[in-house]
Nanobody, 125 residues
Framework: VQLQASGGGLVQAGGSLRLSCAAS????????VGWFRQASGKEREFVAA????????YYADSVKGRFVMSRDNAENTVYLQMNSLKPEDTAVYYC???????????????????WGRGTQVTVSS
């Protein structure tokens, strides 16, 4: 199983980026998928998640209303559309997947079994 996050980059505050997470070796449809981020010197934190077999999405309060997570089953890819970016959104962003998470565990990075390499997002002020 491999997850590959991409789409990061340098953007000015107020700008947008779309991250992608492509999977090989699993079908995202049957997995809950989460986005996490880790800023320099800080712990990894939950950003957003989508439940398996559905379209229910969940967001951290810090990104609610600005970020939108979606899943394309045909492309076996998960996206994170990030709008109105702020300097505090600067971090390495990771995608993770697990086949059996309950809703209350979506925020917990330790609950995910598969992780991809991160992609750097830098927001300048």
């Amino acid at each position: 199983v491999q997850l590959q996050a991409s789409g990061g980059g340098l953007v000015q505050a107020g700008g947008s980026l779309r991250l992608s997470c492509a999977a090989s070796g699993l079908r995202f449809r049957g997995y809950s998928v989460g986005w996490f981020r880790q800023a320099s010197g800080k712990e990894r934190e939950f950003v957003a998640a989508i439940k398996s077999y559905g379209s229910s999405t969940y967001y951290a309060d810090s990104v609610k209303g600005r970020f939108v997570m979606s899943r394309d089953n045909a492309e076996n890819t998960v996206y994170l559309q990030m709008n109105s970016l702020k300097p505090e959104d600067t971090a390495v962003y990771y995608c993770a997947a697990d086949p059996s998470l309950i809703t209350s565990s979506l925020w917990n990075p330790d609950a995910y079994v598969y992780w991809g390499r991160g992609t750097q997002v830098t927001v300048s002020s």
